[in-house]
């Protein structure tokens, strides 16, 4: 299958948007500031302890990286490891909110505890898929993929919620003709929603109830089918009396919820500050000549004081010194011409 990828430089962050023809199926966003360990980097890494309880060892990555897990299973050519032993380990899921990154070993080494490799996105997609295409462009789609609700094209619609422990997904007929049209638009549209915004872990779906059992046998195939071209791992239960189904999609690195939003699905201080400079230079583009002011609300303001990189070295890269940042009641352009 033909795949590309289209990546944006933006200002504090990479955007890229994969897609498989004309079908886009992946988005991602790495802010410049990120500096926890990601799928693909390369660390060097000290045993604290081995631990059979996981059947593994917790490793020491260095820096402010919370331990990692060295799993012994499908090791290969991996010595027995002692405690304080030093080797080069390979990130092979992404380290989110604390819990740390799981990573495979790869050599034995005498250096110095810390980072070896970071990989940039770009890099970390071609590892996923070798031949992928790249173009250069602007990726907007993310602005507006992470919403909780989201309509179905028949009339029904899906209210996705993330937790802790799972993603419960309700599913709602709504103005459908039936509960099995639903049921099967929703199947369709939670395997695009779950790999397009990243998202795995444990997914609890509950689904309208459908007494016939062809109908239930339908939707179970409806949903593994729909499922089948993600690269990702996923497992699924059967439908319980409840409508309900169980899965699993493995989740290898940070969602593109995560990256954005906070826990309770809003967009994060650090996300509207950057769409508010993100829509400064849309407006230079238009406005070549132009003096523009951008007025933001105060919070957005105090971030952009304390921001964790330059963004005004690469806002005047951008579109030179013709800018200025005023506190208002809402984010907004002004262009003096």
Same mark, same amino acid.
């Given at each position: 299958m033909k795949r590309r990828v289209v990546i944006e430089q933006a200002i504090g962050e990479t955007r890229a948007a994969v897609y498989e023809g004309r079908r886009l199926v992946e988005l991602y966003v790495d802010r410049v500031w990120t !500096?926890? *360990?990601?799928?693909?980097? !390369?660390?060097? %890494?000290q045993v604290k302890t081995v631990d059979p309880s996981v059947a593994g060892a917790w490793v020491d990555i260095g820096g402010a990286c919370a331990p990692a897990l060295l799993p012994f299973a499908a090791q290969r050519d991996m010595p027995r490891l002692t405690e304080g032993q030093t080797v080069e380990v390979k990130v092979l899921r992404s380290q989110v909110a604390g819990k740390g990154a799981t990573v495979r070993f790869i050599a034995e080494s005498d250096s110095k505890v810390g980072l070896v490799k970071r990989l940039s996105l770009h890099e970390r997609l071609l590892e996923k898929f070798?031949?992928?295409?790249?173009?250069? &462009?602007?990726?907007? &789609?993310?602005?507006?993929?992470?919403?909780?609700?989201? +309509?179905? *094209?028949g009339g029904g619609s899906i209210m996705m919620e993330q937790t802790q422990a799972l993603i419960a997904i309700d599913v709602d007929k709504g103005a459908s003709e039936s509960?099995?049209?639903? %049921?099967?638009? %929703?199947?369709?549209?939670?395997?695009?929603?779950?790999?397009?915004?990243? /998202?795995? +872990?444990?997914?609890?779906?509950d689904f309208p109830n459908l007494r016939q059992p062809k109908q239930r046998k339908t939707l179970e195939r409806t949903l593994e089918d729909a499922f089948e071209a993600d690269p990702a791992m996923t497992k699924f239960n059967t439908l319980s009396r409840f409508g309900v189904i169980e899965m699993t999609r493995a989740k290898?690195?940070?969602?593109?919820? $995560?990256?954005?939003?906070?826990?309770? +699905?809003?967009? !994060?201080? &650090? !996300?509207?500050?950057?769409?508010?400079?993100?829509? /400064?230079?849309? $407006? &230079?583009?238009?406005? *070549? +000549?132009?003096?523009?002011? /951008?007025?933001?609300?105060?919070?957005?303001?105090?971030?952009?004081?304390?921001? *964790?990189?330059?963004?005004?070295a690469d806002l005047t890269d951008r579109m030179g010194a013709r800018y200025n940042v005023s506190v208002g009641e809402a984010v907004d352009v002004k262009a003096d011409r």
């Open positions: !500096t926890s *360990p990601r799928a693909g980097d !390369t660390y060097i %890494a070798p031949n992928l295409t790249k173009d250069d &462009a602007s990726v907007n &789609a993310m602005d507006e993929v992470c919403e909780a609700h989201i +309509g179905l *094209p509960a099995a049209a639903a %049921a099967n638009e %929703a199947a369709k549209m939670i395997a695009h929603q779950l790999r397009l915004r990243g /998202l795995g +872990g444990l997914v609890v779906i290898p690195d940070i969602s593109l919820d $995560e990256t954005l939003n906070d826990k309770w +699905g809003e967009p !994060t201080i &650090a !996300t509207r500050s950057l769409r508010a400079l993100r829509r /400064l230079t849309r $407006e &230079a583009k238009v406005s *070549p +000549g132009a003096k523009l002011e /951008l007025i933001v609300t105060q919070d957005i303001s105090d971030w952009l004081k304390d921001a *964790p990189f330059d963004w005004k």
